[in-house]
């Protein structure tokens, strides 16, 4: 059974720096995509940022250049680094993974399979 467990949300103000964690459990090691997505009441999921097999990396516009998706294999941990936030950069932020991934990654989160609970991120001006 694949887990994703969260962490590291919370409250900063606008300028601040956010480490988000999500630690994979259960599963086999095997090629992937891991993504990272937000939501904020009332909007549309938006994929911010996607890692694959610990290569390549893509993000939105929105955050490209602000936040750095990366990995530790040993740990099975992936990490979204968020700096310079904005108070825009409210939401709700899920990490999701697909095994069997030989394709650059995706921020559509139309291949996941795997999604964790979330955790909130809230940036005051």
């Known amino acids: 059974q694949v887990q994703l467990v969260e962490s590291g949300g919370g409250s900063v103000q606008a300028g601040g720096s956010l480490r988000l964690s999500c630690v994979v459990s259960?599963?086999?090691?095997?090629?992937?995509?891991m993504g990272w997505f937000r939501q904020a009441p009332g909007n549309e999921r938006e994929g911010v940022a996607c890692?694959?097999?610990?290569?390549?990396?893509s993000y939105a516009d929105s955050v490209k250049g602000r936040f750095t998706a990366s990995n530790d294999n040993a740990r099975k941990t992936f990490y979204l680094q968020m700096n310079s936030l904005k108070p825009e950069d409210t939401a709700r932020y899920y990490c999701?993974?697909?095994?069997?991934?030989?394709?650059?990654?995706?921020?559509?989160?139309?291949?996941?399979?795997?999604w964790g609970q979330g955790t909130q991120v809230t940036v005051s001006s």
């Open positions: 999701a993974l697909v095994l069997g991934w030989d394709s650059t990654c995706s921020r559509s989160g139309d291949p996941y399979n795997y």
């Open positions: 259960g599963y086999t090691p095997s090629t992937y995509s």
């Open positions: 890692i694959e097999n610990g290569l390549s990396t």
